[in-house]
T-cell receptor, first 112, second 110 residues
Framework: GQQLNQSPQSMFIQEGEDVSMNCTSSSIFNTWLWYKQDPGEGPVLLIALYKAGELTSNGRLTAQFGITRKDSFLNISASIPSDVGIYFCAGPLTGANSKLTFGKGITLSVRP | NAGVTQTPKFRVLKTGQSMTLLCAQDMNHEYMYWYRQDPGMGLRLIHYSVGEGTTAKGEVPDGYNVSRLKKQNFLLGLESAAPSQTSVYFC?????????FGSGTRLTVV
């Protein structure tokens, strides 16, 4: 099926460090979405990617849509404590009326 | 500009009790979804709706029912709560592009 794989489940970094996360699938996706969930809140859309090879930035965040359309990467530069949270990748299921499938998420911890 | 509002935010139920979770959106979105989030499991789709009066099953529908009588509201019902339904429940709405999520309902079944 169209599953999205994110690993590891948790990442621990030092404040100021850069971090990279990836999301892979055995299926092709035409859109990749990255969400962040702050503790106690719902996920919020960070970046949306619509074209293979596309590189999009949002402040200290940069995401790329893989050329094969089977992966995507999210980079966070110069991490700060408020970057703590769960980062999900998501993509639309084929012919599914805009239904999204989500990866299991990566929990990011930032040590001050 | 409320977006997606979920009520209640917290609830404790006894096994066998019933309850309804309410989701309301003010963005005129056609699509609405109910997810549950459990540690290490990510977001799993329970039920969804592609428009007023329609509902469909998601990945983990057993033990839940839904209704979409009005476009702006999507209700999730538990007829006979079980401890396995202890989770955080998220509602989301969409206009066909990205989702907007509510802030969640934390449900504990004892």
């Amino acid at each position: 099926g169209q599953q999205l794989n994110q690993s590891p489940q948790s990442m621990f970094i030092q404040e100021g460090e850069d971090v990279s996360m990836n999301c892979t699938s055995s299926s092709i996706f035409n859109t990749w979405l990255w969400y962040k969930q702050d503790p106690g809140e719902g996920p919020v859309l960070l970046i949306a990617l619509y074209k293979a090879g596309e590189l999009t930035s949002n402040g200290r965040l940069t995401a790329q849509f893989g050329i094969t359309r089977k992966d995507s990467f999210l980079n966070i530069s110069a991490s700060i404590p408020s970057d703590v949270g769960i980062y999900f990748c998501a993509g639309p299921l084929t012919g599914a009326n805009s239904k999204l499938t989500f990866g299991k998420g990566i929990t990011l911890s930032v040590r001050p | 500009n409320a977006g997606v509002t979920q009520t209640p935010k917290f609830r404790v139920l006894k096994t066998g009790q019933s309850m309804t979770l309410l989701c309301a959106q003010d963005m005129n979105h056609e699509y609405m979804y109910w997810y549950r989030q459990d540690p290490g499991m990510g977001l799993r789709l329970i039920h969804y709706s592609v428009g007023e009066g329609t509902t469909a099953k998601g990945e983990v529908p057993d033990g839940y029912n839904v209704s979409r009588l009005k476009k702006q509201n999507f209700l999730l019902g538990l007829e006979s709560a079980a401890p396995s339904q202890t989770s955080v429940y998220f509602c989301a709405s969409s206009d066909g592009y990205g989702y907007t999520f509510g802030s969640g309902t934390r449900l504990t079944v004892v």
